[in-house]
């Protein structure tokens, strides 16, 4: 892979006495991981992303307890998402892609809930899902590693 694209289509190594040809491309991957000449990771947050959509049904099952589903989303659906995220240097763009993922998943096990002082049903907002998901969210996790 090269970011020179002018650079010639094909390149000769000689590794013990034997020469092979390779040729350069744009994109290729390698380990699971998606790589770019570019460096962008927008194409590998989204095949990460698409791979945890889905497991994401995994959590529609209402006979598994909220507790088991917390720990698929912590044990499989982000290591999923998460494998290789050690190179990545996220954007604010990426970031915000990845915190609408894991509140999607969240909203998945956290149902509707009666409002006490209206009696109305509502949905919970994203800071009531995290309290009781009681983990760091997803850019936090990333950023350490």
């Not at 959509?53 to 698929?72: D, E, F, M, P």
């Not at 993922?101 to 969240?106: G, W």
Request: net charge positive; glycine share 4%; proline share 2%.
């Amino acid at each position: 892979m090269s970011r020179d694209q002018n650079a010639g289509r094909r390149q000769n190594v000689k590794i013990y006495n034997r020469c092979s040809s390779f040729e350069r491309v744009e994109q290729f991957e390698y380990l699971g991981t998606n790589l770019t000449n570019q460096n962008s990771i927008e194409e590998e947050i989204k095949s990460r992303l698409k791979s945890g959509i889905a497991c994401k049904n995994l959590l529609s099952y209402r006979r598994l307890s909220k507790n088991i589903k917390i720990k698929i989303i912590r044990n499989v659906i982000l290591l999923l998402v998460l494998y290789g995220c050690e190179t990545w240097s996220l954007t604010l763009r990426e970031e915000r892609r990845l915190s609408v993922f894991e509140n999607r998943v969240l909203r998945r096990i956290c149902w509707p809930r009666r409002d006490e002082v209206t009696g109305e049903w509502r949905q919970l907002h994203n800071e009531e899902q995290n309290g009781l998901y009681s983990s760091p969210n997803i850019s936090r996790v990333i950023k350490p590693r």
